[in-house]
Nanobody
Framework: QVQLVESGGGLVQAGGSLRVSCTNS????????MGWFRQAPGKEREFLAA????????YYAGSVKGRFTISRDNAKKTLYLQMNSLKPEDTAVYYC?????????????????WGQGTQVTVSS
């Protein structure tokens, strides 16, 4: 069972930092590749970052590489996204996702489970 819940969103000024979290309340977590996406009103869901089941491999979209860091704590069944140097264009609903099979990480259809999302708003 995989049940994902995001938290940590909020309002932050441009240039600031925020960390969002995603916890699996289900039984399994450590065997799943995990990812972060975001979606702004009227726009497509955008891939941000992914991390392998053991944390040994990470992937980043070019728009966030160098500013965002994905990490996980399998003992706590929790995924994190540390966001630094935030910009107004980062404003969106942020979603975590889990992949139970396959090899792709950069598209929404690569993932099988999704959280409800957490709103991040960056003011200028």
């Amino acid at each position: 069972q995989v049940q994902l819940v995001e938290s940590g969103g909020g309002l932050v000024q441009a240039g600031g930092s925020l960390r969002v979290s995603c916890t699996n309340s289900g039984r399994t977590f450590g065997v799943l590749t995990m990812g972060w996406f975001r979606q702004a009103p009227g726009k497509e869901r955008e891939f941000l970052a992914a991390i392998s089941w053991d944390g040994g491999t990470t992937y980043y979209a070019g728009s966030v590489k160098g500013r965002f860091t994905i990490s996980r704590d399998n003992a706590k069944k929790t995924l994190y996204l540390q966001m630094n140097s935030l910009k107004p264009e980062d404003t969106a609903v942020y979603y975590c996702a889990a992949r139970s099979r396959g090899v792709g990480v950069g598209e929404a259809y690569d993932y099988d489970y999704w959280g409800q999302g957490t709103q991040v708003t960056v003011s200028s």
